[in-house]
């Protein structure tokens, strides 16, 4: 049976310390996410013109049994344990990793004096699941274990105006360094804890795939840092 984490705490284990039998009979919303694509049309032309593509946000529904003395106790501990302020950790005992959401919703579907059937939903603001850190010393070929993109943060050292390209995608410094920190989750360029100016950095800040070819210029050597996730 799969356990869920919320807040950090077993959701079964919960239960069944106030003697209750919580059992999860399907999640469903942690699998394909479709994209949001947004488009203007020619008017009186063929096609149209692409203008943007989001995640929406995703949500997970859990269809749950409970088991216990009384009906009320069993809607009571749902409202206490599912009652939280603000979004927070969200766990599955079959699955690495974490998302982060808050409950949407809580429905019984089917409620007897002793036994109940229902689900909840988590809404995930951030759609993406997520690791644990992870640290690669820069090379010309970096694989990674995941199906999305990952926005690390490059720490390196150089020996002029350096230059990044990650697969096919390249960001250049006009401005000699012996080292700094390039920051693709903050669009940032930094040298000795300065961020440099928006003229001496163009291009497209790193970006790694599963699978990542890389060239670099005036750049000796340098350690990616990121945080795992997936879609």
Not at 89 to 105: A, E, L, P
Not at 205 to 231: A, C, K
Request: glycine share 8%; aromatic share 10%; charged share 20%.
């Amino acid at each position: 049976m799969v356990d869920v984490y919320y807040n950090n705490m077993s959701l079964n284990q919960l239960f069944a310390a106030d003697g209750m039998t919580l059992w999860i009979e399907d999640i469903e919303g942690r699998g394909l996410l479709s994209p949001d694509v947004t488009g203007v049309d020619y008017k009186g032309g063929d096609g149209g013109r692409f203008v943007s593509r989001r995640l929406p946000v995703r949500e997970i529904t859990v269809s749950f049994a409970m088991f216990s003395c009384r009906l009320l106790d069993m809607q009571a501990k749902l409202t206490h344990y599912l009652n939280i302020d603000k979004p927070s950790t969200i766990r599955f005992s079959d699955q690495t990793g974490y998302y982060t959401g808050i409950v949407s919703s809580v429905s019984l579907s089917d409620d007897k004096p002793t036994y109940c059937r229902g689900e909840f939903v988590f809404s995930c603001y951030d759609p993406y699941r997520y690791g644990e850190a992870q640290q690669v010393d820069l090379a010309e070929t970096i694989s990674i274990d995941t199906n999305c993109t990952i926005l690390p943060v490059l720490t390196f050292t150089a020996t002029g105006k350096p230059s990044i390209t990650v697969n096919g995608e390249t960001l250049s410094i006009d401005k000699t360094l012996t080292g700094g920190v390039i920051d693709s989750q903050h669009n940032q360029v930094m040298d000795n804890g300065n961020n440099l100016l928006v003229s001496e950095v163009s291009g497209i800040f790193p970006r790694l795939r599963d699978v990542n070819h890389i060239e670099t210029e005036n750049i000796s050597s340098g350690q990616f840092r990121y945080l795992m996730r997936w879609l």
